[in-house]
């Protein structure tokens, strides 16, 4: 990995790192992704949603969205609150950008059996985020991303 890829700006809520498209990019992701996650003290529920959410995102990055010779993005950081989601203070948001955007994400009917048993990704990826969807990255790629709502600072 060259050392030029990784953004790390400690517990600020902003993380950013360029992987190779394979399963061992993926793997490396979520271990760094949580690693970060855990720095930044968010409470249990959160982390272990974002760990879930951050495994499949990387995963269908690779296995639906990866282009020979070309990496996939995963950020992170914690969006402030929006209109989309007005009850929540902030969120955490988990981005995965890879190249083929013309094969956009959508929920599949699960496989239970066989060799190539799947489609559950996406109901994962529905049933663990508070928002999810998917925005066009040009010049061809798509950002695949989920948020999680973070409950309200008490100071």
Request: proline content about 10%; aromatic content about 4%; charged content about 25%.
């Amino acid at each position: 990995m060259n050392p030029s890829t990784l953004k790390l700006s400690g517990p600020t809520g902003a993380f950013s790192l360029l992987l190779s498209s394979t399963r061992r990019g993926a793997r490396l992701g979520r271990v760094l992704a949580m690693t970060e996650i855990r720095a930044w003290h968010l409470p249990p529920d959160v982390t272990e949603r974002a760990e879930l959410l951050v495994a499949e995102l990387a995963s269908n990055a690779v296995r639906h969205g990866r282009v020979q010779g070309r990496d996939f993005r995963l950020r992170l950081h914690i969006a402030p609150g929006s209109p989309a989601a007005p009850a929540a203070s902030a969120a955490l948001r988990i981005e995965v950008t890879d190249a083929r955007g013309e094969r956009l994400p959508a929920p599949a009917r699960p496989v239970a059996d066989g060799p190539e048993g799947g489609g559950h990704g996406l109901v994962l990826v529905a049933t663990y985020a508070d928002r999810w969807g998917c925005e066009p990255c040009p010049p061809g790629g798509k950002t695949v991303w989920a948020e999680v709502d973070l409950p309200p600072r008490r100071y």
